[in-house]
């Protein structure tokens, strides 16, 4: 039987869209920081992002990958910059669809959260509003934004102020990742969730030998 090696891709080939779909087809799945914003006019913005983690615990730090359309800034990037805060929230299966058509483009006067029909509920800390059926928000305040690459994406880092979250989900410090049902996302149209668990034991520590010489 004939054995044949693994198909290579050369990244110097690839335009910036064909690069896009072979990392998000393979970087999966990827958590999504669904996100709100509020503009200067008092607009309140809502887009999801997947290229999204966190950077530090004290302070802790979210960090979320904002990329351009046609090389100008995206209303949340903007509204970040101009205001210094956004809520991040994370999302459970039953917001699956609200939370894709959030990604569709609108003008900056057009508000995702109204489109959509999503209540929303003051912030603690600032003036941007989080949203009423997500299961845990975080409010942000801007820390830095780092520039990569040739199509201006940018690298948000935000400090969480607070953390709103959903009874019944945090027990002795520890929200419970099940019971949270959060949604991840893959390439193209496909989402995802935790599926099945693989529990693994706490790998003991193997005690050195020390030779005195």
């Not at 198909?7 to 064909?18: G, I, P, R, T, Y």
């Not at 998000?24 to 809502?46: E, H, K, M, Q, Y």
């Not at 990604?103 to 003036?127: F, I, N, R």
């Not at 019971?179 to 995802?192: M, S």
Request: glycine share 8%; hydrophobic share 40%.
């Amino acid at each position: 039987m004939e054995v044949t090696g693994p198909m290579m891709v050369n990244s110097h080939e690839l335009d910036a869209e064909q690069t896009y779909k072979l990392l998000t087809g393979v970087v999966v799945p990827r958590p999504i920081a669904w996100i709100t914003t509020r503009s200067a006019a008092g607009v309140v913005n809502l887009a999801p992002f997947s290229a999204f983690t966190f950077v530090s615990t004290k302070p802790p730090l979210l960090g979320v990958n904002i990329g351009r359309k046609a090389g100008v800034r995206k209303d949340t990037a903007v509204n970040i910059l101009a205001q210094g805060e956004f809520v991040v929230h994370i999302a459970h299966a039953p917001l699956v669809e609200p939370l894709h058509a959030s990604a569709v483009e609108h003008p900056p006067e057009v508000s995702e959260v109204d489109l959509l029909g999503l209540q929303t509920s003051p912030s603690t800390h600032l003036k941007v509003p989080r949203l009423q059926a997500a299961p845990v928000a975080m409010e942000c305040r801007f820390h830095s934004a780092t520039p990569f690459g040739d199509t201006g994406a940018e690298f948000f880092v935000g400090e969480v102020l607070c953390w709103h979250v959903r009874d019944g989900l945090l027990t002795q410090g520890k929200v419970d990742s099940f019971e949270l049902d959060p949604l991840c996302r893959l390439g193209g149209p496909w989402y995802a969730t935790l599926g099945e668990r693989l529990h693994q034991q706490p790998v003991a520590q193997t005690a050195k030998t020390v030779t005195v010489r």
